[in-house]
């Protein structure tokens, strides 16, 4: 396992299936790492989830097991000894010794309920002793409700179990007795005060009785309700630096959590927090959403770092696709870069043209060299790669002496080398998509170089390709049309013949048939 994930979830529970689930579904590659001691195993069912009333735990946890691995997550069984930084992300050391790398962390590890310690009462807890009335209230409406008075939430507690039941009695175990407002709400709501402390639990043919108090004295009951301690499981985030933190209810510490923001992110960059071990009041329904959230808010983060990286590798091309170098290197990775046949638009429009002098600008391999050669055209063919002109040589040496001898073969960057002015009788450029600062100036630098009474023939990719399927690098800033190109021209100087997008039918890489076009101009200079 030394893989490197989008994100590790640490706990897979509702919280941590549900974040993971939210990110499988984003395309995210996600492993959830589960040491199997869900918080809510004791109990026989999970109540206040809608549509999912009445399903015992171990089942939504197998059926979100199955959910997250049907979109391509991975599961397993284990526990995360520790979590280090490890440069932008994280490596996640197993207890097995195994390790992996996330570049997001979701932990959803949960919380311990530290139980009052009275004989029995750990044994039943979850089955008929109880905390959350919420959860559990139906269950045992109507029945004797004995509220095990531990801490100053006692009399809150006895209160809110009332709605309930009517059967409602206050254990005082080592607190003192409420005082006289408290004494006087109790009665007011028929709950009644018993002394304590409580020495244990009764249980007959494994179903609880009732209690047993310091004195021997037995007090029926149907249920206990106690008041645990909450504590988060946060040992692994101690690598970290993250530490959980108190959490008051009514002014009484209760438990600890991880403090983090509604989204569950903490303070520690990259590292989400949901569920009970962010919450100690969530329940399962709860917890789920923590996740989803979290999940959510991991993905955007991941995307946003995405685009930034996106955005550096974008100006980085910009900035060298187009130099010597890179050209150097594309030509030279295959034998030949495009297909030897001339571009058609150029075909289309030289056809007919009286042969003089042309300029090829970026003229590659020299496919348009060789066929204007051909023609009888006097060629320069001008390119920034020595590789591509040494192919170009070869290709019109192999056509024969008389077209070699045509062709002029120039090693230039026009950027910085513009040709002659009024020079040329056709200057054609094909695709030759530059940034646009950078383009329109040349394409100005190629408009001085045709001579009275000689042709301008720009061809480009046009923008509307990039809603196509074609293989288009997305560079929309570098593309342009017939008509923007025309717009540039001096209509005392130019004639605009052309500028217009023709369509041509081509196949994409998945082997559809597609329409493009190309971004095309015409234009002659006039004589006077």
């Known amino acids: 396992m030394d893989e490197t994930y989008d994100v590790v979830v640490v706990g897979g529970g509702a919280a941590g299936l ?35 009333e009445g399903t015992p735990p171990a089942d939504l946890v197998a059926t979100g097991r199955d959910e997250v691995a049907r979109y391509g997550g991975e599961i397993v069984d284990g526990r995360v000894r520790d979590a280090t930084r490890a440069g932008d992300g994280f490596l996640v050391t197993l ?44 269950e045992v409406r109507d029945r004797r409700i004995g509220v095990l008075a531990t801490g100053p939430m006692a009399v809150h507690q006895a209160d809110l179990w009332r709605q309930w039941s009517e059967h409602v009695l206050l254990l005082l175990h080592g607190v003192p007795a ?28 494994d179903t609880l009785t009732g209690v047993r108090l310091a004195s021997g004295e037995v007090v029926a009951l149907d249920a206990v309700v106690v008041a645990p301690r909450f504590t988060a499981r946060a040992g692994m985030l101690a690598s970290l630096g993250l530490e959980p933190v108190d959490v008051e209810m009514g002014g009484h510490v209760v438990g600890s959590q991880v403090p983090a923001d509604p989204t569950g992110a903490t303070a520690v960059p990259g590292v989400w927090v949901a569920g009970n071990v962010a919450d100690v009041r969530a329940q399962v329904i709860t917890a789920a959403a923590a996740g989803l ?67 090829d600008v970026g003229c590659g391999e020299g496919a348009d060299a060789v066929w204007l050669a051909d023609r009888g055209w006097q060629v320069t063919g001008v390119d920034i790669s020595a590789t591509a002109l040494e ?24 950027r910085q080398q513009p040709p002659a002015e009024g020079a040329y009788d056709l200057v054609s450029a094909q695709f030759m998509h530059l940034p646009g600062d950078a383009r329109r100036e040349l394409f100005t630098r190629l408009a001085a170089a045709v001579a009275f009474g000689g042709t301008l023939l720009i061809v480009g ?27 540039s021209l001096d209509p005392t100087t130019w004639e605009v013949v052309s500028a217009d997008a023709r369509p041509r039918s081509v196949v994409d890489p998945e082997g559809r048939d597609i329409t493009i076009h190309d971004a095309v101009l015409v234009a002659r200079r006039r004589r006077t």
């Open 18 to 52: 549900n974040g993971a689930l939210a990110l499988v579904r984003a395309r995210r590659s996600v492993l959830v790492v589960d040491a199997g001691e869900p918080r809510n195993a004791p109990a026989g069912h999970v109540h206040n989830y809608l549509a999912r």
């Open 178 to 205: 409420p005082g006289a407002e408290e004494a006087e709400r109790l009665a007011a709501r028929g709950i009644t005060v018993v002394d304590g402390p409580v020495a244990g639990v009764e249980v007959a043919d």
């Open 95 to 138: 207890d097995d010794g195994r390790s992996v790398r996330a570049r997001r962390l979701l932990v959803t590890t949960g919380l311990v309920d530290e139980l009052p310690e009275v004989p029995g009462v750990a044994q039943r807890w979850g089955r008929d002793v109880l905390h959350c009335p919420y959860c559990h209230g139906w």
């Open 461 to 487: 990719h046009h923008p509307s390709d990039l809603r196509t399927t074609a293989h288009r690098m997305h560079f929309p800033d570098m593309m342009f049309t017939g008509e923007e190109v025309a717009a």
């Open 391 to 414: 192919r170009g040589a070869a290709h019109a040496a192999a056509a024969g002496a008389q077209i070699a001898d045509r062709i002029e073969w120039t090693r230039a960057d026009l």
């Open 293 to 359: 959230a979290a999940g959510a808010a991991i993905n955007a983060d991941l995307v946003a770092e995405e685009s930034r990286d996106a955005v550096d590798a974008y100006r980085h091309r910009v900035r060298t696709m187009f130099e010597e170098a890179a050209w150097e290197e594309r030509y030279r990775s295959r034998p030949a870069i495009w297909s030897g046949r001339p571009n058609p638009q150029l075909v289309a429009e030289a056809a007919g043209l009286t042969p003089g002098r042309a300029l």
